[in-house]
């Protein structure tokens, strides 16, 4: 029974035009004026129950609401208000039980079934939810919360091409939507569709740029895409806007492993944990992080059990797996990804996570000798690849380089007066020894490295916008002070330098195409080139699970040979126009014989010796990087697969 009058009506009628005009003390003292004459009133129970839930204060509100209900047990709105409490308390047994009145009381409403629909979701119960949520949308069909949600139900049963259209269905309902919008592209990323889902994700942010969630999944796309830099500025905001959310501490931690900042990784992992015990994403991201240390044992302890179990994620089995093979227990890390390899296993699997499937079996198998069956899942994983390389456009940039760095040019282009630390870059083709140089000469102590160094790619790219012509032509345009404010730019970037560094290593492997800028930016500069046997060069690419744009030739065998064939080309030419110091390090002679090859390089640089650069692997940068004592392993790993390599070795023929 409720108590009412009319001047409780007009009070009552007052207080809610107050609340929803955000002044909430003031409808609090109205409801209570409304209560205090007819305390019986459920209408103002529920009014001020949704006040004090929006100031926090939810136990009153939760008595509120149970004295409602109580009082009218068969008033639907005041069973749906008590179950959306109790589920935004975590109650969820009532909470179904409360939402489950609420709708046999009324079935009419599609606010009930979409709450319901909720909570079966984060329960986990997903045909339930379907049914829920389908319900909603019935009774609403432009609702754009009920078709999100449903959609994010479909997309956890990899029911991904419905999921779409009921997040498209949502956004054209509600443009603005930003959820929608963020959720559409989780799905996209999941497919592997990069470029679809960062578009996603921006639309997200310019309808909420405080989304949270929209951040960190663009920083997921731009670290996929190894765009560390724009990928970490991203997980730190959504760090920032959710300091609690513990997947975006693993997401963050991810990329800090990744530029080499560990301490920091560790502890972002330990954190998320911390929050949530059972995230997969961040023991995943520990146990990697522990693998590119050496730690193998380590990792293991905290993954092998998690990994065993039935249903275990796929990032744990497939890091899990490549811990195992560390250690050479090669059976039990076949035994371990055994699940996800099914047909049916395979279905629950993301495009990335397919892809590191195959790339992770493709080392298993050639741990156990089995060559053939390997370049097969190597072949698989790099046909899932969504970077593209184009040989006619790699070639057309080889010509116009030639021609616009020619002996003739060189001699007329202007030049920065270099007065800066010298910088020593570190080039040549991805896979041919540039990280084992880059950590032998960084455990000198008159070196640094820049640990994420931007890219001469992007120095041109610079020099063009500023010159509005095409890149390299743009170069002739130029006069001396458009070139120094370029460089001095890019010096600003790079890492504090100590009162003895001699040098700034920088390493980006395919920067090899831009030394004839070098030498007009940093005419004191020094170049290691690093060369490698090429057909190991050329398996190594093709072996590697990488989207990374740059090393997109290496997802076939005739991306890589056109790719080399350039490289040598470039190389030769480089070597015959630039006065640019040039030293060539031979990865077979450094595994070899490391003493003799290392001194002729200190020489080269004119750094004195230091015993502790043949144990480079021991400085505290290097141990956080995975730096472990040279191998010869992989030295003529390419004769195991002849016969597959023969068109790779028909191209780099003379």
Same mark, same amino acid.
């Given at each position: ?42 209408? /103002? ?40 409490? @109790? ?44 049914? &829920? ?7 609403? %069909? ?7 949600? @449903? ?32 959720? =559409? ?42 765009? *560390? ?81 039935? &249903? ?15 250690? #050479?227990?090669?059976?039990? /890390?076949?035994?371990? @990804? ?25 080392? =298993? ?34 010509? !116009? ?33 540039? !990280? ?8 000198? %102590? ?9 890219? =001469? ?32 730019? #890019? ?35 020094? *170049? *290691? ?64 014989? %490391? ?38 392993? !992989? =030295? ?11 068109? @790779? ?6």
């Amino acid at each position: 029974m409720t108590s009412k009058d009319a001047p409780s009506e007009a009070e009552l009628a007052n207080a809610t035009s107050l609340a929803s005009s955000g002044r909430h003390q003031e409808a609090r003292a109205a409801c209570l004026q409304v209560l205090r004459r007819a305390p019986l009133n459920g209408e /103002a129970m529920l009014l001020l129950a949704r006040i004090e839930a929006e100031a926090g204060h939810l136990n009153i509100a939760e008595r509120m609401l149970r004295r409602a209900h109580s009082l009218e047990p068969t008033r639907a709105s005041h069973a749906h208000a008590l179950g959306q409490l @109790l589920m935004q308390r975590g109650q969820h047994a009532e909470a179904l039980q409360m939402l489950s009145r609420a709708l046999e009381l009324d079935p009419e409403p599609a606010e009930p079934w979409l709450d319901r629909g909720r909570l079966h979701l984060e329960l986990a119960q997903l045909p339930q939810a379907e049914a &829920d949520l389908r319900a909603a949308i019935a009774r609403a %069909p432009n609702r754009p919360q009920a078709l999100d949600t @449903l959609g994010v139900a479909l997309a956890q049963m990899h029911r991904s091409d419905e999921a779409v259209t009921c997040f498209e269905r949502a956004i054209r309902a509600q443009p603005d939507y930003a959820v929608a919008h963020d959720h =559409l592209g989780e799905v996209h990323l999941a497919r592997g569709r990069i470029a679809q889902a960062m578009r996603c994700f921006e639309n997200a942010l310019n309808h909420d740029a405080g989304l949270a969630s929209a951040h960190d999944h663009l920083g997921v796309a731009l670290f996929a895409q190894a765009r *560390v830099t724009e990928a970490l500025v991203h997980h730190t905001r959504a760090h920032e806007i959710s300091p609690e959310s513990p997947v975006i501490a693993a997401h963050r931690a991810q990329v800090l492993g990744s530029v080499g900042r560990c301490e920091e990784a560790e502890a972002g992992f330990r954190d998320a944990l911390a929050r949530a015990p059972g995230l997969a994403c961040a023991h995943a991201g520990l146990a990697t992080l522990m693998c590119a240390r050496g730690e193998y044992q380590s990792g293991l302890e905290l993954i092998e059990s998690p990994a065993a179990q039935a &249903d275990a994620a796929p990032d744990l089995r497939l890091v899990c797996a490549r811990l195992l093979a560390r250690v #050479y227990r090669v059976t039990e /890390a076949f035994a371990v @990804l055994e699940p996800i390899t099914s047909a049916r296993g395979r279905q629950a699997l993301t495009a990335t996570q397919l892809r590191a499937l195959e790339f992770t079996l493709g080392d =298993l198998h050639d741990m156990d000798g089995r060559y053939e069956q390997a370049f097969a899942c190597y072949e698989r994983g790099n046909s899932m690849k969504t970077t593209t390389f184009d040989p006619g456009a790699m070639r057309a940039l080889v010509n !116009s380089l030639v021609t616009t760095f020619s002996a003739a040019a060189m001699s007329t282009l202007p030049r920065v007066a270099e007065t800066a630390p010298e910088l020593l870059l570190i080039v040549g083709m991805p896979r041919s020894g540039t !990280s084992l140089v880059e950590q032998i000469l960084a455990s000198h %102590p008159h070196v640094i490295a820049a640990s994420t160094p931007a890219s =001469l790619g992007s120095v041109a790219r610079s020099l063009a916008r500023r010159a509005q012509r095409a890149w390299p032509a743009c170069v002739n345009g130029l006069g001396a002070p458009a070139l120094e404010a370029v460089a001095s730019e #890019y010096r600003a970037a790079l890492p504090p330098r100590a009162v003895e560094t001699r040098y700034v290593a920088h390493r980006v492997p395919g920067d090899f195409v831009h030394l004839g800028l070098v030498e007009l930016l940093f005419p004191r500069a020094r *170049v *290691v080139h690093c060369q490698r046997d090429e057909l190991d060069t050329g398996l190594s690419c093709f072996s590697e699970d990488t989207s990374d744009p740059a090393l997109a030739h290496g997802a076939s065998l005739r991306g890589i040979g056109e790719f080399t064939l350039a490289h040598r080309r470039l190389m030769a030419h480089w070597r015959a126009v630039l006065r640019v110091p040039i030293f060539e390090v031979s990865y077979d002679r450094l595994v070899a014989d %490391p003493a003799s090859e290392v001194r002729a390089l200190k020489s080269f640089l004119g750094l004195p010796w230091q015993e502790d650069c043949l144990r480079f692997y021991e400085s505290i940068r290097n141990r956080n990087r995975g730096g472990r004592p040279i191998s010869s392993s !992989s =030295l003529g790993r390419h004769r195991h697969y002849a016969r597959e390599l023969e068109p @790779l070795r028909e191209m780099l023929r003379d």
